[in-house]
């Protein structure tokens, strides 16, 4: 099961950070994500990292949209993985959700497991 928390109504230029919490069973092996989703628009890949098995470090991966102001992050041990957010922009409003995937895929279908979703909300 993940669970996303941290969304909110900001301003154009603020930051903000969500999380997400794994539970259940180990994430640690997994590609964690973060897709999100306006209305009327398809889920778009935000940005993933890399699970344990991936050698030295972690590999992290982002949408053309948010690089260069996004950065996620992930602490294992805690099963959690974090979403920072800068320069944040109107049209970055939407809902955002976590997932667990086998490995980095940029297409929602390819992971298995998904939050219940956290509404970003950037005022102009």
């Known amino acids: 099961r993940l669970v996303e928390s941290g969304g909110g109504l900001v301003q154009a230029g603020d930051s903000l950070r969500l999380s997400c919490a794994a539970s259940g069973r180990s994430f640690s092996w997994y590609t964690m994500a973060w897709f999100r989703q306006a209305p009327g628009k398809e889920r778009e890949f935000v940005a993933a990292?890399?699970?344990?098995?991936?050698?030295?470090?972690?590999?992290?991966y982002y949408g053309d949209s948010v690089k260069g102001r996004f950065t996620i992050s992930r602490a294992s041990a805690r099963n959690t993985a974090d979403l920072e957010m800068h320069s944040l922009k109107p049209e970055d409003t939407a809902v955002y959700y976590c997932?667990?995937?086998?490995?980095?895929?940029?297409?929602?279908?390819?992971?298995?497991?998904w939050g219940q979703g956290t509404q970003v909300t950037v005022s102009s």
């Open positions: 997932a667990a995937g086998s490995s980095v895929y940029t297409t929602p279908a390819r992971y298995h497991y």
């Open positions: 990292i890399s699970g344990t098995g991936s050698g030295t470090g972690y590999y992290t």
